[in-house]
């Protein structure tokens, strides 16, 4: 009995090892790209981990704030401010940020996301996630008492029905890039006259 217990034990070492062989393998062969998907496993472990970090009064609070159509406005103008460069407009995290991140911004308007509770996104928003590109956007003495954070946990819950024209109205409140600002000072000027020539210097 004894005997095939510690043939049960040697074959789960053997196991053991040779998955991690596989793994270092693999690393070895591919590097650690930021560009490669998550695989299965590491899905699996890495949400089971996130929804661990996130307290249980946390992931049981409910929305305290009404969403109405001014919640609902502010929240937007300040996702596409602050949040659409890595998540997209619609939420999607189709942007070249979203899709360079490991692991990728995620797709909120599906089911991943939106299964999750108020307090769950709400404390990822305010407390961000480790070894992600999530950062902390709360202040950290407001606990879970930030408005802004919870309008913007209600915005989230509104992605999936995003409108056409709530899309195009968030395109206009998107940060500028330096390029961006720079065309449109050069535009301006031209519009006012000035075509950026120094003055002739007139010599005697």
């Known amino acids: 009995m004894a005997r095939s217990r510690f043939k049960y034990v040697v074959l789960i070492v053997l196991l053991a090892v040779t998955a991690v062989s596989l793994w270092g393998w693999s690393i070895l062969s591919h590097g650690l790209s930021a560009?490669?998907?998550?695989?299965?496993a590491e899905t699996f472990v890495a949400r089971r981990l996130r929804r661990l970090a996130i307290p249980s009064d946390a992931r049981d609070a409910k929305n305290p704030v009404k969403v109405t159509p001014e919640v609902l406005s502010g929240a937007m103008e300040h996702f596409a401010d602050h949040c659409?460069?890595?998540?997209?407009?619609?939420?999607?995290?189709?942007?070249?940020?979203?899709?360079?991140?490991?692991?990728?911004?995620?797709?909120?308007?599906?089911?991943?996301?939106?299964?999750?509770?108020?307090?769950?996104?709400?404390?990822?928003?305010?407390n961000g996630i480790r070894f992600t590109g999530m950062p902390a956007f709360g202040e950290e003495s407001a606990g879970m008492g930030s408005d802004e954070s919870w309008a913007l946990v209600g915005f989230i819950r509104h992605l999936p029905k995003l409108t056409v024209d709530e899309i195009a109205a968030m395109k206009k409140m998107n940060p500028k890039s330096p390029a961006q600002l720079e065309k449109e000072e050069r535009i301006r000027k031209f519009l006012e006259g000035d075509d950026g020539a120094d003055t002739p210097v007139h010599h005697h």
């Open 84 to 126: 659409a460069t890595c998540h997209a407009n619609d939420g999607t995290g189709k942007t070249e940020i979203g899709r360079g991140l490991y692991p990728k911004a995620p797709d909120m308007t599906q089911a991943e996301t939106q299964a999750m509770t108020d307090g769950e996104l709400y404390y990822i928003i305010e």
């Open 35 to 40: 560009r490669d998907e998550p695989g299965i």
